[in-house]
């Protein structure tokens, strides 16, 4: 089964900064992988996602994320974080003979004025 | 994208009673699948409703503790039932998007407390 690890609990990043959120995943073939987004109170809103070809994809609201093979990774990036990025997220992994999503255990990104 | 709702948004619930909430979409969809978040935790999935057949639980969640009905392709209950203070919790439900690779739309979720 597919499985997800993201390193890093908490970042706190100031406003302007660069913001990078690491995700490593676990899977026998090419998976189906995914950053949601959750702002406190509210559900989960997805980012972006990759299912195959180009390797580095766009999202929403800024972010880009990069899909490597070799380091089984799909690292969250964003140039220039705003305050309202303060917010939990989760990377998931996908598998394409299961239509599970499997999270990670989330990312607090905290942003400092 | 799908529109999903959910009912009620939050609660404060005693210990012993149940809860039943509510998850409409505003397109048919053929799964739906019910999550636990509890505080500060990462999404645990409780169960995959599909229409017309016994939902299908995951390890260590049973039908008598979250019962599910799935009556159309639209709606969506999770009860949860007898409750304890353990059951505090964010339960989310989320649409499967025809054809995408297991992209999940989640509706805003349900905040239960237990007192």
């Known amino acids: 089964a597919q499985s997800v690890t993201q390193p890093d609990i908490h970042i706190t990043v100031s406003e302007g900064a660069s913001l990078e959120l690491r995700c490593n995943y676990s899977?026998?073939?090419?998976?189906?992988l995914f950053w949601y987004v959750q702002s406190p109170g509210q559900g989960l809103q997805l980012l972006l996602k990759?299912?195959?070809?180009?390797?580095l994809v766009q999202g929403i609201k800024g972010f880009e994320a990069e899909f490597k093979r070799s380091q089984s990774s799909f690292n969250l990036r964003k140039p220039s974080v705003h305050w309202s990025d303060a917010a939990e997220y989760f990377c998931?992994?996908?598998?394409?003979?299961?239509?599970?999503?499997?999270f990670g255990a989330g990312t607090t990104v905290t942003v400092r004025a | 994208s799908a529109v999903i709702s959910q009912k009620p948004s939050r609660d404060i619930c005693q210990r012993g009673t149940s809860l039943t909430i509510q998850c409409q979409v505003d397109?048919?969809?053929?799964?739906m699948f019910w999550y636990r978040q509890q505080p500060g935790q990462s999404l645990t999935l409780i169960a995959t409703?599909?229409?017309?057949?016994?939902?299908?639980?995951e390890s260590g969640f049973v039908i008598d503790k979250f019962p599910i009905s799935r009556p159309n392709l639209t709606f969506s209950t999770l009860t949860v039932s007898n409750m304890s203070p353990e059951d505090s919790s964010i339960y989310l439900c989320?649409?499967?998007?025809?054809?995408?690779?297991?992209?999940?739309?989640f509706g805003p979720g349900t905040r239960l407390t237990v007192l």
């Open positions: 989320s649409v499967e998007r025809r054809g995408s690779y297991n992209e999940q739309f």
């Open positions: 899977y026998g073939a090419t998976p189906y």
């Open positions: 990759y299912f195959s070809g180009d390797t």
């Open positions: 998931a992994v996908g598998a394409h003979n299961d239509y599970k999503l499997s």
């Open positions: 397109s048919q969809v053929t799964m």
């Open positions: 409703a599909n229409q017309g057949s016994e939902a299908t639980y």
